[in-house]
């Protein structure tokens, strides 16, 4: 079946610095999305991505989507100890269902 | 508000039980998924419905079962069939259309005795 690996699976990351997390998929997807999950909650759709080397950003967050529609990444910057959680990139194919990678754990250093 | 809610938020299960776990949304979504969720290992897809009476199995779907009566209801069995039920639940919902976004409910932590 469909598999999306993420890299790297955990980081430690010194507030106030960057850090970029890798969704990567051995078949073409039709979007990509990215959620968050806090330590202890559910995960929270972050954005969708559609179009090939679509780029989006929200405030601090950019999401960026291959041009091969096979990869993206999650670039944070100046990093703030609310990044804390697990990311999770989803991708689908084309039909009705998601793959969701296994996620990159980040913790924050104060 | 609109959202998703699973109950209980614990659950503790004997060995040889069958237990089930209750999602409801009221966000009149079509679709409805289950996932588990072990640490290290991300969310697999046990059973998705994307329409009322009609549901799928997923990846892992041994050892559960669900029913989709209800728009609003997607409840799951974890039967005795399961060898290894200790997890984290999840349960989601999402609009119709090719993989759109899911919103998801806080979740059950089921635990064997």
Not at chain 1, 22 to 44: A, D
Not at chain 1, 66 to 94: P, R
Not at chain 2, 92 to 100: E, K, V
Request: aromatic share 10%.
């Amino acid at each position: 079946g469909q598999q999306v690996m993420q890299i790297p699976q955990y980081q430690h990351v010194q507030e106030g610095e960057d850090f970029t997390t890798y969704c990567n998929s051995s078949t073409t997807l039709s979007n990509i999305q990215w959620y968050k999950q806090r330590p202890g909650g559910h995960p929270v759709f972050l954005i969708q991505l559609v179009k090939s080397g679509e780029v989006k950003k929200q405030k601090r967050l950019t999401f960026q989507f291959g041009e091969a529609k096979k990869n993206s990444s999650l670039h944070i910057t100046a990093t703030q100890t609310t990044d804390v959680g697990t990311y999770f990139c989803a991708g689908s194919d084309g039909n009705n269902r998601l793959a969701f990678g296994k996620g990159n754990q980040v913790v924050v250093i104060p | 508000d609109g959202g998703i809610t699973q109950s209980p938020k614990y659950l503790f299960r004997k060995e040889g039980q069958n237990v089930t776990l209750s999602c409801e949304q009221n966000l009149n979504h079509d679709a409805m998924y289950w996932y588990r969720q072990d640490p290290g290992q991300g969310l697999r897809l046990i059973y998705y419905s994307q329409i009322v009476n009609d549901f799928q199995k997923g990846d892992i779907a041994e050892g559960y079962s669900v029913s989709r009566e209800k728009k609003e209801s997607f409840p799951l069995t974890v039967t005795s069939a399961q060898k290894n039920p200790t997890a984290f639940y999840l349960c989601a919902s999402s609009a119709p259309g090719q993989a759109a976004p899911q919103h998801f409910g806080d979740g059950t932590r089921l635990s064997i005795l």
